[in-house]
């Protein structure tokens, strides 16, 4: 493991210890605790005792209990391994003394308000009393730019879905509902190799199409009906997002024109996601697109997030909060417009930031040229 992608973001942490006052840091999210250790959110629950880990300039240590020691052992071998006996705070301030830590930064957004109190109560009372400090963000930051052996296993989580969407598309018929449809994409994505899927899939059909965040239900699809799929799997722990909305037989027309506006603000928007320009560019000129139309009121979201071991991760596509895009980033690049009981249409590519613009990982290529 001499060249492990977790050697060098453990190294690349280091360094921004003094830049931060700290000389240790406690991590408990568990994403974050993926992308430092190798270890897995077995228990994506933000539960400390699944898995912790404790980093200080020598050392990398993750404390789990008796569950997780073996699997813990075997993904994370950069770091020694601790199985708590007891209650995981005893275990924590224990490691924290022998350390000798003066200053631990905390997952201030992941860590609950009782946790943080008690540990407080308890580094006051050390011998060396241990202050807390929140450095939220810090692995987040890290997380914006992918690295190779990320964007690899995010291209075969891509490729394993758009092939799965392939499948489904082509076997939807009248009669079949949103759930049913649904559950064929779970259970083809299981066969794929997928450990998961990254969120729940979106099925919807018909005027159900207009609810952004819609949830799949016992209606059946029907002739002329347009259904978007809104759908992402995860590959060892990485996840991948696309949508597409397909139509069964022949489009109505409000549809049919709002699919070519949707599409030209895609199109459009990809142009500007390159290394360079700033994250609410490609929004901007998306939404400018679907507002010349006379839909701008329809479009209520931003045009975009990062993927990573999170379905939603920064930088976000939006026309707020600006920051560089950077070669290495993963993004979703999604306009859509939703006409209230009538339907809607979202279009979702998943793409790498190269150094010359993006690189599309969602190689499902169903699109209609009206």
Not at 18 to 43: C, T
Not at 80 to 106: C, M, P, W, Y
Request: hydrophobic share 35%.
């Amino acid at each position: 493991m001499k060249n492990s992608p977790f050697k060098k973001r453990l190294s690349y942490l280091k360094k921004d210890f003094e830049d931060k006052n700290i000389d240790m840091l406690w991590i408990v999210q568990p994403e974050n605790r993926q992308y430092l250790s190798g270890f897995m959110a077995h228990d994506t629950q933000l539960n400390e005792s699944s898995g912790s880990l404790l980093i200080s300039r020598k050392k990398n240590q993750l404390i789990t209990d008796s569950r997780y020691t073996v699997v813990a052992k075997r993904e994370a071998p950069d770091f020694r391994v601790i199985t708590q006996k007891g209650a995981f705070q005893d275990e924590l301030v224990k490691q924290v003394e022998r350390a000798g830590g003066k200053t631990i930064g905390f997952e201030g957004d992941h860590v609950i308000f009782n946790l943080y109190n008690d540990l407080l109560k308890r580094f006051k009372k050390s011998p060396n009393p241990v202050k807390m400090k929140n450095i939220s963000g810090m692995i987040e930051k890290m997380r914006e730019v992918k690295d190779a052996s990320e964007i690899a296993i995010m291209e075969r989580a891509s490729k394993m879905m758009s092939e799965v969407l392939d499948r489904v598309i082509d076997s939807v018929v009248p009669g079949q509902t949103e759930k049913e449809i649904a559950r064929m994409i779970h259970d083809l994505s299981i066969e794929a190799g997928a450990e998961g899927m990254a969120f729940e899939s979106i099925v919807a059909s018909g005027p159900n199409a207009a609810l952004p965040h819609a949830v799949p239900t016992d209606r059946k699809i029907k002739k002329r009906d347009h259904i978007t799929f809104d759908v992402g799997l995860k590959v060892n722990g990485y996840c991948c997002d696309m949508t597409r909305t397909v139509f069964i037989g022949k489009p109505e027309r409000k549809i049919k024109e709002i699919y070519k506006i949707v599409r030209e603000a895609q199109l459009n928007a990809l142009e500007y996601v390159r290394p360079g320009e700033m994250s609410t560019r490609p929004d901007s000129v998306a939404r400018d697109i679907i507002g010349r139309a006379g839909y701008g009121s329809f479009f209520g979201h931003s045009l975009g997030h990062g993927v990573g071991l999170a379905t939603h991760e920064a930088p976000r596509l939006s026309p707020r909060n600006p920051v560089k895009l950077i070669e290495g980033m993963v993004v979703t690049v999604e306009p859509g417009i939703y006409l209230p009981g009538k339907g809607g249409v979202r279009l979702e590519e998943m793409v790498v930031i190269g150094k010359r613009g993006p690189r599309i990982l969602t190689m499902n290529r169903r699109y209609y040229d009206f």
